[in-house]
C-alpha cells in the first residue's frame, strides 16, 4: 500500500484531526461490534464467548473505507452546509451506515427503541443479521439510503438519477472496486455527458480501490496509476487520488481531496449558472486506496488478512470455540478505546459528534433519501384533449404510443419549470413514437452538437442512451428521491434489467412495510416494438416474457396491463402515473391498431381491468355461451375480433362471448394478488364449463399459471407466443404461433362439443384459409388484402 | 466528417487500391440490392416499381462501413496467412455480411442454390428479409458468424471468447458506437487484463464510430478525440485512427492502419513467445470513422441523409410508389457502377475478388466460426472416483459444489495440453466451493501480482471478474469456436444474464435446424448459493427465476436439472458436459447436504430424471399410497424426507410415496418437451387422483405451469419459495415461505381425505412445532437443535 501522496491545502487543526479520527475509531467500532457481539457492547467486562453471536454473518471488509468516507462526508456538508445524498455502492458494508446512522441519531429518530446509549447499543449489535433484526447490507430498512447493496452495478446510475432536476444536491457514491467491474457500472461513467450543470445537482464518484472483491484483487486497482487516470480523464473525469494506510495521513489527504473536488465542482456550477459557460465540465472523482479490512486484525491463525480479499466478510470465524480468536477480537475492539470515544452510558461523546451536521443535512436524515416525502402529484392533463374519437368499434385505427405521445408531451408541458418527469429509453422514443415529447423538451446532452442534430438540449428531460441499464439506474435513483418518469423500452431488451427491477421490487416490497418511507412514484414501464411487429428484426427481437418475470415477485408491488388500443393506453398511463410503489409493466404497441372503444368506455373496462364485450360476441340474452373467446394485448385482441366475425358468417347459431383482459393479475387468485377476480367473478366473466379459447400476447403458459386454481381452467386453450419467430410478415408471426383467427376457428371447432361434426365444413375452409395465407405470403412478402384490408364488420 | 489524417506507410499500388475499391463497391452494391430488389438484379433494365420489394426491411446505415472492414481484413489475411474470424458488433448490416459471403463464394458452399450468377444475386436479394427467407441481421443462418447481430452489447466478449486458447487466431471485432454505450461492452473492454498472449489469440477491436445509433448521435462519436484516446489507453489499448469520407484516402489509411495493429499484435505474440515478456501489452485498436450510410443517398426529400441517422433503416422509403425515390435508388444503385463488378451472367470480376483469400481463411469458411467443425470430446474421469460412499440415505453429508469441485479439476487436468475447457464465474469459484480446480490451474492474470495473491496465473483457465455478463460473452464465444466450459453463478444473479442467455438459445434453437452447422459442447450453468442459504446476505440474493425464464424458451434446447445430493450433481455435471447444443441449468447447493443416493443410484435416477424413492415412502406394496410427497432441489428434497420421517412416526398407517424430481422438463408433457413424460408414467408416479403435495426449490408457479394437463394436476399443492425472504436462518426460510417439514406434514394432514379430524392432534403438534421454532431462532439466532442435528431415520 504505498504512502499518501498528496499533500494537502486544507488546513485541519489538530482539534479537527483528532476529532474527525475520533468519529471513523467509534464508526469501526460500532461495525465490528454488529458483526460480532449481541452483549457487553461497551467491553465493560472482559470479552467472553457468550457475548459472541451464534452465527457471525456480515462483511467487515469495506466497513473501514465506508466509515473514512463518511466521517469526512460529514466534515464538508457541515461546513459547507450542502445538501447531500451518498449512495453506498459495496452496501454489503451495512454495518458502516448503520454505524454512522447511529451515531449521528438519525436511527435512533427511525427506530426509537435503538435508543443512542448502551441499551440502545446492545440493540443495535445484536439485530445485525439476526432473525427478526436487520439485513447484512444496506436496504430500504437503513435510513439515509436509496440503494439496496446487494447486487452490484449500479451505484453510479442511481446517484445520476438522484441528481438530475436537484441543482442544490451533492451527490457523493462510493463505487467498489469490485462493483466497478460490472457492465451497468462500467457504462455508468459516460452518464456525465448528459449532467446539466445549470439544473442538475453534482455527482462525486468515490472509486474506493480496496484491491480485493471476495476472493481475488481487482481489476482497477492492479491497473498502473498512469492507466487508471487514462481512464478516468476518458470517461471525463479529474482524478484526484488519496491513498494510504496511515489514518492522520490520510485524514489530511481526504479532507484535502474533498475540498479540493467540491471547489471544482462549485465552479462548474458557476460557470454553467452565472457565467453561462456550455463546455462540458471535467467533474472531480476522489480514488481513494486504502487497505481492505483496515484496523482489523492483521493476521489470522498465521495469514495475511488486514489488506487481502480474506478480511471480506468475517476475519475472526472462529471466536466462540477458539479462545485465541476470542482474544484477537477483544484486542481488535479495544484498540478503537471504546471508552474514549462512549461515556459510560453508552452516549458517543462530543468529539466523536463533532464532525456531524445538523437535522436532515444529517445523511441519515435527508428527505431526499425518502423520495416519498418530496414528492408531488404530477399535474396530469384531461385525457379526453388526446381521446381518439370511436364511435363505432373497430371502424378506425391509430398507432396507440404515438396517441400516448401527445400525452406525455403535456405532462412534460406541466412540468416545466417544476422539472420533476423524465422519460427515458435506449435510442428509441423516437422509434417507439413518442416523439411528440420534443414538443416540451429535448434530450440531454452536454457534447457536441452538430447542425444536422434534432432536438438535443443542454436542459433537455428526455435522457436516451443505449442501455437499458443506465435508463432503469437513472430512473430508479429519480423516482426513489421523488420525482416520477416513464420507461419506454423494445419489449424483448426489457430482460436485459430483470435482474434490477427484482432489486427495485424488493425495495419496495420492504419499504411499504416501513410506516417512516414514503411511497413514491411507481416505476413505470412502456414495452412496445412488441414480439409481433418486429418486422425490421426478426428472431432477435423477439420475447415477451418479461411479464413472465416481474409476475413472480411480490404481488403487492408489480401490476401488468395489455391495454388493446389507443384510448385504453391512456387511461392505463393516467391511472400507473398517479400510483405509488408499483412496478407497472404496460405492453402496447405502436403499430396502427384499431380502435375500439371509447374514452368512456376504456375508463371503465381499464376500472374493471377485464371484462365481456357484449357487441362483438353473439349471445342471445341470459343463456352461458357456447364458447368464450378471451384475448390478452392488442394483436391477440384484433385477431379473436377477427375470429368472432369468422364464427358470426359461418356459424351465426353459436353463442360466442369475447372477453378481453387488460390487467393480467385480475385472472389470480384474489388471495394471491390484490386485483385478482373471485371465483364469483371469474366463472361470471368465462363460465365454469365451456370451452375458453386464450389468445394472449406472450408465453402461453402463463394464463395457465394465474388461472390453474379456477373452476374452468380445464376448459381453457391458449394460444401465444411459442418462439416461432423469424424476419416476416405480421400476420405470417401469428400463423407461424398458431394465434391466427383461423386457428381460432378452428380450436373452436374442436372444443365446443358437437361442432366437430356439423361444422367440419367451416373447420376445412378455415385450414385452406391457412395455407392459402402461407402461399401466398412467401410468394409475394406481404399479407393478403384480405387480412390488410379487414375491418370490424359488426 | 474530418479528412483522413494518418499517412500510411503501407504501399498500396494503384491495382492493389482500384481492386479493394471494386471489392467495396460491389459489396456496398449487394447490400443495397438486398434492402431493395426482387428482380432485375444487374440492373440490365430500368428499374421499375415492380423490381422492388413491397416491403423494405433491413439496415443500410453500418452496411457501408462493415463492407470497408470485410474488404480489409480479406486483404490483411490473405497477405499474413493468418487465420481469422471477425465478430460484426453491428450485426444489423445483416446485407454486409451476406454480400461478402456470396461474393468470396462462401455463401453458395453452404447454400448451394444461392448461386454465384445472376440467378443466385436475384435470389440473394430477394430472400433478404423477405417470408421464408433470412433474417435481416448477422444470424445462425449467417456464414462467417458465430454473434447475432440482433441484440447490442455482447460483441467484444464474445471476440475474447473466441480468442482463448486459440493462439494463431486473430479475432476481429468491429465495435458499433451504439453498443458502445452498452454496460457489458463498456466493461468488455477490460478482458485483456485476462487474455494470454502465449496461449491465447488475438483481439484486434475496430471501434467504427459512424456518429449515429436509431435517431440519435452516439456518445462516443462526440467525444473530443483526445478524450477518446485516453479512454482506450485507460482500457489498456493503443489508438490506430482511420478517418474520412474520401474511400481512396480512407482504403490507403485502413490498409496501413490494419498492417500497424497486425505487426503490433505479432510483436506482442512474439515477445511473450519466444522472449518470455511477462508485461501486458498495450493490444491496438482501430478507430474508423466513416459517414453513416456512406455511399448511400446524400439527401432525400430535403434532409440530409448520408452521415447521420436518417440513414440507419431503409434510407429511400417510397421507392414503388414515389418516382423521384426510384430515380434516386436506380441512381444510387448504379453508383457503384454493377457492369464494371459483375460480368454479364452475374459473376464478380476478377478484380473484385482479388483481394480474397483461399478456402479456409475467407471469414464465411473458416471452422472456427462454425465450432462444432471443431470440438472434440472432454477426456471426462470415471464418476468413482469422485462420488461419496452411501450406505445407507442420509447418514452423512457433503458439500455438494465441492464434491464436483473434485470431477472439475480432474477434467482440468486431463485438458491441460489441449487447453479446451474452462471454467468462468464472477468472482464466486471459490466461494461457490469448486476451489479444488486451482490444483490443476490458476485464474487467468495478466496485471499486477503481489506475494500475497494466490492461484493468479499468466496461463490459468480459470476466468474471474466481479461482471456475469463477462463470464456468459466469454464462455459463449469459446463454445461457439468449439470448445467446453462451465459457468458457476449465485443463482439469483444468472438473471443478470437473461437477455443473453435468450440469444444464446434463439441461436442454438436456429443453428439445430441447419444441416451445415455442426453441433457445439452446451452452455453449462452451476446456480449455487441458491435462495435457501442466503445466510450472509439475505433479501437481495434470493431469486430462483432463472430456471422459469429459460423454460419459456424453446424446449429443443433447455434441460433443467435440480440434484439433490452429491452424486446426483456428479452424474448430472457428467452428462451436460457430454451433451451438445443445450442449455443446460443445473441448481445445486454449496451447503452439507445430505447424501441420499450412492453412484450407482445416482445415475439411474438422474437418467430416469424422477422416481419413487420407495425406501423413504410408506407404501405397503401394490395398493397406491394415501399420498405423494414429491420434491425438486436440495433443501426441499431434505424437507420432504422430514417430513415423510414424521408422518413414518405420527401416522404410520399412511401410505406415503416419495417422489424426487431431477430434471423437472419431465413434469411437461411429452409433446411440450422431448424430456416430458408420458401421461402413463406421470400417473404411475404421481396418481391420477391423490394428493401432491410438492417441495419445489423455487416459485411455486412453475410446478402448476408445467403439471396442468395432467390427470391429478388439480390434487397438486405446490410449496415453494414465495419472496418471504431475508437475513436469517436456514430453517426460518422454509418456515417463512411455507416449505418446512412442519407445514408439509400439516398439508398431508389437510389434503387427504379423512385425515383432518382423525390427525387433528397431528396437525396442532405441527403448528406448535412451528411456533416453538419461530420464537427459538428469534431469541437464540440460530436453528434449534432438532433441525440442525436432524437426520435421516429411515
Not at 429519480?478 to 420507461?487: A, D, I, M, Q
Not at 424488493?506 to 416494438?529: D, E, F, G
Request: hydrophobic share 40%; glycine share 8%; charged share 25%.
Amino acid at each position: 500500500m504505498p504512502k499518501a501522496k498528496r499533500q494537502d491545502s486544507t488546513v485541519l487543526t489538530d482539534d479537527e484531526l483528532t476529532s474527525l479520527n475520533a468519529h471513523w475509531r467509534a464508526a469501526n467500532y460500532l461495525s465490528a461490534g454488529q458483526i460480532y457481539l449481541m452483549a457487553n457492547p461497551l467491553l465493560k467486562e472482559e470479552l467472553r464467548p457468550e457475548h459472541i453471536k451464534p452465527r457471525l454473518l456480515g462483511h467487515w471488509g469495506t466497513s473501514p473505507g465506508l466509515n473514512l468516507v463518511h466521517t469526512h462526508l460529514n466534515r464538508v456538508i457541515k461546513a459547507r452546509g450542502r445538501d447531500t445524498v451518498c449512495i453506498w455502492g459495496p452496501g454489503h458494508g451495512g454495518p458502516s451506515v448503520l454505524a454512522n446512522s447511529w451515531l449521528e441519531g438519525s436511527y435512533t429518530e427511525t427506530y426509537p427503541d435503538v435508543t443512542r446509549d448502551e441499551a440502545g447499543m446492545e440493540r443495535l449489535f445484536r439485530q445485525f443479521s439476526f432473525p427478526g433484526g436487520v439485513p447484512s447490507h444496506v436496504a430500504p430498512e437503513t435510513p439515509g439510503s436509496i440503494h439496496e447493496g446487494g447486487e452490484l452495478g449500479y451505484a453510479l446510475a442511481h446517484a445520476y438519477g438522484a441528481a438530475l432536476d436537484n441543482p442544490g444536491l451533492l451527490v457523493a457514491c462510493v463505487i467498489g472496486d469490485g462493483e466497478a467491474e460490472t457492465g451497468p457500472l462500467a457504462a455508468s461513467w459516460h452518464s456525465n455527458k448528459l449532467l446539466d450543470p445549470v439544473h442538475d445537482g453534482a455527482v462525486l464518484p468515490i472509486l474506493h480501490l480496496n484491491g480485493y472483491k471476495i476472493a481475488n484483487p481487482t481489476f482497477l486497482a492492479r491497473l498502473p496509476e498512469s492507466e487508471l487516470d487514462e481512464l478516468l480523464r476518458g470517461y471525463g473525469h479529474e482524478p484526484i487520488h488519496v491513498s494510504g494506510d496511515d489514518p492522520m495521513t490520510v485524514h489530511r489527504a481526504l479532507a484535502a481531496a474533498l475540498d479540493q473536488a467540491l471547489d471544482r465542482i462549485d465552479r462548474a456550477q458557476r460557470a454553467a449558472r452565472e457565467d453561462g459557460a456550455t463546455e462540458r465540465p471535467r467533474w472531480p472523482v476522489i480514488v481513494l486506496r486504502t487497505p481492505k479490512g483496515w484496523t482489523g486484525p492483521g493476521e489470522v491463525d498465521g495469514q495475511q488478512v488486514e489488506g487481502t480479499w480474506r478480511s471480506h466478510q468475517v476475519p475472526l470465524a472462529g471466536v466462540r470455540e477458539n479462545p485465541e480468536h476470542l482474544r484477537q477480537l477483544e484486542q481488535w475492539l479495544r484498540s478503537y478505546r471504546p471508552q474514549e470515544l462512549f461515556d459510560e452510558h453508552g452516549r458517543p461523546r462530543e468529539q466523536v459528534l463533532a464532525c456531524i451536521p445538523e437535522g436532515d443535512r444529517r445523511l441519515g436524515a435527508t428527505p431526499h433519501a425518502n423520495g416519498g416525502l418530496l414528492v408531488r402529484e404530477l399535474p396530469m392533463p384531461g385525457l379526453e384533449r388526446f381521446a381518439v374519437p370511436v364511435d363505432k368499434p373497430g371502424a378506425t385505427m391509430h398507432e396507440p404510443t404515438k396517441v400516448l405521445g401527445g400525452f406525455v408531451e403535456q405532462i412534460m408541458k406541466a412540468t416545466r419549470e417544476r422539472r420533476d418527469f423524465r422519460v427515458v429509453g435506449p435510442d428509441e422514443t423516437e422509434s417507439n413514437r413518442l416523439g411528440a415529447v420534443y414538443g416540451a423538451t429535448g434530450k440531454a446532452w452536454q457534447a457536441e452538437v452538430l447542425p444536422s442534430d434534432e432536438h438535443l438540449s443542454r436542459h433537455g428531460r428526455v435522457m436516451e442512451i443505449l442501455s437499458e441499464h443506465l435508463c432503469q439506474g437513472w430512473l430508479e435513483g429519480y423516482l426513489l428521491t421523488g420525482r416520477h418518469g416513464l420507461f419506454s423500452c423494445y419489449e424483448a431488451f426489457a430482460h436485459i434489467v430483470d435482474s434490477m427491477v427484482n432489486q427495485h421490487i424488493k425495495w419496495l416490497r420492504t419499504s411499504r412495510q416501513l410506516s417512516w418511507r414514503a411511497p413514491i412514484a411507481s416505476l413505470n414501464y412502456l414495452l412496445t416494438s412488441h414480439v409481433w411487429r418486429q418486422d425490421h428484426n426478426g428472431f432477435s427481437h423477439q420475447d415477451p416474457g418479461f411479464v413472465d418475470h416481474v409476475l413472480n415477485k411480490s404481488p403487492e408491488v408489480v401490476r401488468v396491463y395489455l391495454p388493446p388500443d389507443a384510448n385504453t393506453l391512456l387511461s392505463v398511463a393516467d391511472h400507473v402515473l398517479r400510483s405509488r410503489d408499483y412496478v407497472n409493466v404496460i405492453v402496447a404497441g405502436k403499430q396502427p391498431c384499431f380502435d375500439w372503444l371509447s374514452m368512456d368506455e376504456a375508463r371503465v373496462h381499464c376500472a374493471r381491468g377485464a371484462g365481456i364485450w357484449e357487441w362483438a360476441g353473439t349471445e342471445n340474452g341470459g343463456r352461458e355461451p357456447d364458447v368464450v373467446l378471451a384475448c390478452a394485448g392488442d394483436v391477440p385482441t384484433q385477431e379473436v375480433l377477427a375470429a368472432a366475425g369468422l364464427l358470426r358468417r359461418h356459424l351465426p347459431d353459436l353463442a360466442v362471448r369475447v372477453v378481453n383482459v387488460i390487467d393480467i393479475a385480475r385472472l389470480m387468485p384474489r388471495e394471491e394478488h390484490p386485483h385478482g377476480m373471485s371465483d364469483f367473478e371469474f366463472d361470471g366473466l368465462f363460465t365454469r364449463d365451456k370451452p375458453v379459447i386464450f389468445a394472449y400476447h406472450g408465453y402461453p403458459w402463463l394464463i395457465h399459471r394465474l388461472a390453474y386454481r379456477r373452476a374452468g381452467h380445464h376448459n381453457v386453450h391458449v394460444r401465444g407466443y411459442k418462439e416461432r419467430g423469424t424476419t416476416t410478415t405480421p400476420f405470417d408471426m401469428v400463423v407461424s404461433n398458431d394465434m391466427d383467427r383461423y386457428r381460432l376457428v378452428m380450436d373452436v371447432v374442436d372444443r365446443v362439443p358437437g361442432l366437430a361434426v356439423r361444422a367440419a365444413a367451416v373447420r376445412q375452409e378455415m385450414a385452406d384459409a391457412r395455407t392459402r395465407h402461407h402461399d401466398w405470403i412467401r410468394a409475394h412478402g406481404v399479407d393478403m388484402p384480405e387480412v390488410a384490408e379487414w375491418t370490424w364488420a359488426g
